[in-house]
């Protein structure tokens, strides 16, 4: 994948809100309205990010409930794991690209984000679509984002982050006319059907983040289907993103297992085919999950100092879901000569032992296998260089054969 790198304004947007914020009714009020965020500060934000990263490297059932009740807890998680988290729905989507049907009338782009929390997919989608204006001259955008979420103070936030968000997109893109509407919606899906709370409707864009694990697994399929069937534009995609754990993830392949039997959508991504998961079927300890390479700024990289964390590289699980199939070749079009060869997701990191380096991959629909790929040092050459770039989550074209020669013919793309 191609590196993804923060928005500007996030840093200012997200320090600035949490001071103003969480610092009233505290020994630090007085320092709420200062635009400088000082090592104090750091320190003082840093107490949630610790306690919530413990919770969140491991597996969900751990987490603190009602944790967007505690202040501590929430601020830490809009200061540092909101910006984190949204830059993986600016990437995944960057990956698929869901493109707003741009029409000068302006045609109204809908996202339905379950289970929202501060408006995190909301910052990742804004993102997303600040790059897709830019290469357009201009137009209209009208743009209405729909959050679920049982926790009222925390939509709350989301309402601010959102009236922002919207002005520097507006600001960023003054060729371009863009509207925004924001509709929260206070409910508890553990308990409540969507359908009791929100209408049929149909949405261009679905998201669950961080979700999906957090609700029995007899509630996550029936809640799948019935977003797909009832809430989905034919030509919408849901997305779900989940911890990079190996049970979360797991848990998250089965369910992909469930989808596609009952052929309830088509897997977009990460998969190239529909057929069972052969990483389910062969091993009963690995797990899908994807690196996003990223430029981690100073300020985050100071948090994570603070904390003890060292994150090189965003990582997560995902599905990425439509009602009608997307074509391999689509996902290469424009990106490469005419390869002799198969479209392959690479699955693992680089397995590297003494003379020799092995990738093991995924393909398509004809490939009911993982195929486990080796090369020998000694075989290294112009034409496989791009062998030793293959990280989890890479889309590469190669031909289907167990050991790299001299002459095979590797395409990252």
């Known amino acids: 994948m191609e590196p993804i790198y923060m928005p500007d304004d996030w840093e200012g947007l997200l320090k600035g809100y949490v001071k103003r914020t969480f610092l009233a009714g505290t020994r630090k009020q007085v320092f709420a309205d200062r635009e400088d965020f000082t090592e104090g ?6 107490r949630g990010v610790r306690e919530l990263n413990i919770s969140f490297t491991q597996e969900r059932h751990e987490l603190p409930k009602n944790y967007f009740n505690q202040k501590e807890l929430r601020s830490g998680y809009i200061l540092y794991f909101l910006p984190i988290n949204a830059l993986k729905v600016t990437a995944l989507l960057s990956q698929q690209p869901i493109h707003p049907r741009l029409t000068p009338q302006g045609h109204e782009f809908t996202i339905l984000d379950v289970g929202s929390g501060p408006g995190t997919g909301m910052l990742g989608v804004m993102a997303y679509l600040e790059n897709v204006l830019r290469r357009k001259k201009t137009g209209a955008l009208k743009l209405r984002f ?7 103070p925390t939509l709350n936030d989301a309402s601010e982050l959102f009236e922002e968000a919207l002005k520097h997109l507006q600001q960023a893109n003054p060729s371009w006319r863009i509207e925004g509407h924001l509709q929260r919606i206070v409910a508890n899906l553990f308990s409540e059907k969507i359908s009791q709370v929100l209408k049929p409707q149909k949405a261009d864009l679905i998201l669950s983040l961080n979700f999906l694990s957090e609700l029995p ?9 019935i977003l797909l069937r009832n809430y989905l534009h034919p030509s919408g995609k849901l997305l779900v993103i989940e ?20 052929e309830s959508a088509f897997i977009l991504a990460p998969c190239l085919h529909q057929e069972a998961c052969p990483m389910l079927k062969v091993s009963g300890r690995d797990w899908c999950h994807v690196y996003i390479p990223w430029e981690r700024p100073v300020w985050i990289e100071k948090i994570d100092r603070l ?3 060292r994150k090189d590289y965003l990582m997560c699980s995902y599905l990425l879901m439509g009602r009608e199939p997307v074509s391999l070749e689509s996902l290469v079009a424009g990106k490469t000569a005419s390869l002799k060869g198969s479209l392959w997701r690479v699955v693992s990191g680089p397995l590297n032992s003494n003379g020799k380096s092995e990738r093991l991959l995924c393909g398509p629909a004809q490939s009911r296998e993982l195929l486990r790929i080796t090369r020998l040092d000694r075989d290294q050459s112009q034409a496989n260089k791009d062998f030793d770039e293959l990280e989890r989550g890479d889309l ?3 031909p289907k054969i167990s050991r790299v020669t001299r002459e095979t013919l590797i395409k990252k793309i």
Request: without cysteine.
């Open 243 to 262: 911890p990079a754990l190996r049970q979360t993830t797991r848990d998250l392949m089965e369910l992909r297992d469930q989808i596609t039997a009952e």
């Open 217 to 225: 697994k007899g509630k996550r399929l029936p809640l799948v289907d």
């Open 396 to 398: 590469v074209i190669l």
């Open 307 to 309: 904390v003890g964390i």
């Open 41 to 46: 500060d750091y320190r003082f934000f840093a």
């Open 146 to 152: 729909i959050l679920i979420d049982q926790n009222k």
